[in-house]
């Protein structure tokens, strides 16, 4: 593959990227000037004014403009990583982004990396084994998880080990008193084990079921009688016929995941109260924090572009057979 | 002949002899009867008695999932709970496929229209799920319009991905062109000549739209948007549940979300059934 086609990859993608970005931008705002929320009475909170003070705030805040000027401006702050001030936290949106998002990717890396290794293994041991115990097993484990409420399967699973055997403290970041710097590295990994837990078990399902059903085909195919008519047999088999064909869908698959996990995220970081990007969310949301809400929405499309970007990446840079075409679309 | 037959009995459905299609339409008869029942009981239940003699019971025959803090029967609010889950998700569902259907035959319109479609749904996926519901619940102010809403509005983009392929494919056969040269205006044909060949699509979407549609209003309602809490719905039963768990009573948590579990499940297998009845390649076996 020669520089040329990387870089009109590249090139593609940053501008579908940038005109993305603008279009979650305006579409967010617009959605969000199109609410009832006041501005100035979500900033107040209920605080009695007087009628001139309002009308500094309504000009603070630009209840009047117009929603062009509003969006212009709101795309040059934008350009500038200028999100305003948030109202619930009293910050700037973007410092209290990086706080949250950090805390989340912590617990997002882990169960994306988790249930991609598990989901494969126990899909490679079902698609095996196929039609046995295990097998079913497995299939009746994933439909029950892809059909159950992850916050659900979370509230299960904090009663069953932290009140239930009384394991792992039951919520929050650090231990109440402690401030989140003084934490030690047990107090935050005790409590990101549960969160961990709950995503990487919801989110192996559909790699699982995936690969089980790959492997069977691949199992099923001419080259793998060829192969098991020259005496290879076993694990060597699966290894060399099944697991290198599927490795790489599998891969681009869990890239492909990174929209639910965001969303399993926002879930059971509410159910384990941990201090993520998600429970933001749904603060910014319900206290009608709407620059802290604006600010997670761009944030979380980057994050989807993110992972879109790394499966087309897995999937044109990695695989030997693509490698050498064009990049077409 | 007969060698053959024994070989089949094993295979063969547990009351009598049935072939694929039989099966496959008494196991849709069956989950619909379920789904409507529990629907229908649902409408009966107008108040739950609140005894506090009862408070906090674990399941019993008398409470078969036990009591809540006000001696409610969570038995009969589950119900309630899943009656009014489905009447979101049928409303939200009957939204975002009309918006698919609409999506879909206005890429069959002309390139700058498929490009289009394709644009819209790019900016509705590109933006996690449970986000966007949030966002359109408060862009319609919150409360039960926003749930549905917001539901209803965000649910269509993978039938719309489904449909808008399946025009591209149909787009290019040769009717199609005779048609347009034949004078017949774009509407024309896309509602007598490729609405007519993406049915069987809209109906399996619908159907597997369902599950997802209750799923994200029990999320979206346990986080807080939405209902409010003295409405009996499965979130908030959920995350009134949250309150009580570290006193014990698993049985709140537990059986709601069982419940639910069973229903999208149901969906789930209906869904799956309709799609083997309707593809050709396998009605026929």
Same mark, same amino acid.
């Given at each position: 593959m020669n520089k040329n086609q990387i870089l /009109?990859?590249? $090139?593609? /993608?940053?501008l579908r990227f940038v005109i993305l970005m603008i279009a979650v931008a305006i579409f967010s705002f617009v959605l969000l000037d199109l609410s009832p929320i006041d501005p100035v009475s979500a900033y107040l909170k209920g605080t009695a004014v007087s009628e001139s003070q309002r009308a500094i705030l309504e000009s603070y805040f630009g209840v009047n403009v117009p929603l062009t000027t509003k969006i212009y401006h709101w795309l040059v702050e934008l350009m500038h990583a200028n999100l305003g001030?948030?109202? @619930?936290?009293? &910050? +700037? *949106?973007?410092? *209290?982004?990086i706080e949250k998002f950090s805390a989340s990717a912590v617990?997002? &890396?882990?169960?994306?990396?988790?249930?991609?290794?598990? =989901?494969?293994?126990?899909?490679?041991?079902? $698609?095996k084994n196929k039609g046995s115990m295990i097998d079913k097993a497995v299939k009746v484990y994933c439909y029950a998880i892809q059909s159950a409420p992850p916050f659900w399967v979370g509230m299960l %699973?904090?009663?069953?080990?932290?009140?239930?055997? =009384?394991?792992? +403290? %039951?919520?929050?970041? @650090? +231990?109440?008193g402690v401030k989140s710097t003084d934490a030690t590295f047990i107090d935050w990994a005790s409590r990101l084990v549960l969160p961990t837990l709950t995503l990487s078990l919801v989110g192996l399902a559909p790699i699982a079921m995936y690969t089980r059903n790959e492997l069977i085909q691949v199992l099923s195919s001419d080259y793998?009688?060829?192969?098991?008519?020259? =005496?290879? /047999?076993?694990?060597?088999?699966?290894?060399?016929?099944?697991?290198?064909? %599927?490795?790489? +869908?599998?891969?681009?698959?869990q890239f492909l995941s990174f929209s639910e996990l965001f969303g399993g995220a926002v879930m059971v970081e509410q159910v384990f109260s941990y201090p993520g990007i998600g429970q933001t969310a749904v603060a910014a949301g319900l206290q009608n924090d709407v620059p802290l809400f604006l600010g997670i929405v761009v944030i979380s499309a980057i994050f989807v572009f993110v992972g879109n970007l790394l499966a087309d990446l897995s999937y044109y840079l990695i695989n030997p057979r693509i490698k050498e075409s064009e990049f077409s679309d | 002949m007969?060698?053959?037959?024994?070989?089949n009995d094993k295979k063969q459905w547990f009351l009598y002899p049935a072939n694929l299609r039989t099966k496959t339409i008494?196991?849709?008869?069956? !989950?619909?009867?379920?789904?409507? !029942?529990? #629907?229908?009981a649902s409408t009966f239940i107008k108040d739950i008695p609140t005894h506090f003699i009862n408070a906090n019971q674990i399941p019993s025959f008398e409470h078969p999932f036990g009591t809540d803090w006000m001696g409610r029967d969570m038995f009969q609010r589950t119900i309630a709970g899943l009656g009014l889950s489905l009447m979101v998700g049928f409303i939200a569902s009957a939204i975002s496929t009309i918006i698919s259907i609409i999506l879909g035959l206005f890429s069959s319109f002309n390139r700058f229209a498929d490009e289009a479609v394709a644009g819209v749904i790019d900016l509705f996926s590109s933006i996690p799920h449970i986000i966007l519901i949030i966002l359109v619940s408060i862009m319609f102010g919150g409360g039960v319009l926003g749930v549905i809403m917001g539901v209803g509005l965000t649910h269509w983009t993978p039938l719309s991905r489904v449909l808008r392929s399946e025009v591209k494919e149909i787009r290019t056969k040769e009717y199609i062109q005779l048609a347009e040269n034949l004078g017949k205006n774009k509407i024309w044909i896309a509602t007598k000549h490729i609405l007519?060949?993406?049915? !069987?699509?809209?109906?399996?979407?619908?159907?597997?739209? #369902?599950?997802?549609?209750?799923?994200?209003?029990?999320?979206i309602t346990f986080l807080g948007f939405g209902l409010p809490p003295h409405q009996p719905a499965i979130g908030v039963i959920l995350s009134e549940s949250m309150n009580y768990l570290a006193s014990g009573s698993w049985w709140l948590a537990f059986y709601p979300g069982m419940s639910l579990l069973i229903v999208v499940l149901l969906f789930d297998l209906i869904g799956e059934n309709v799609e083997k009845l309707l593809n050709p390649e396998t009605a026929q076996k």
């Open positions: /009109k990859f590249f $090139g593609y /993608k940053l001030t948030s109202l @619930v936290y009293r &910050a +700037p *949106v973007t410092d *209290v982004i617990l997002m &890396a882990l169960s994306w990396l988790l249930s991609g290794i598990f =989901g494969f293994l126990i899909g490679i041991v079902a $698609g %699973i904090l009663m069953i080990f932290a009140i239930y055997l =009384g394991w792992f +403290p %039951i919520g929050l970041g @650090v +231990p109440i793998v009688l060829f192969a098991k008519s020259r =005496g290879e /047999k076993g694990w060597d088999l699966i290894k060399n016929h099944g697991i290198r064909n %599927i490795l790489l +869908p599998a891969v681009t698959l | 007969i060698k053959k037959n024994k070989g008494i196991i849709i008869l069956i !989950s619909a009867i379920v789904i409507i !029942s529990i #629907f229908i007519p060949l993406i049915v !069987s699509q809209i109906i399996v979407g619908v159907i597997l739209m #369902f599950p997802h549609a209750i799923m994200h209003e029990a999320a």
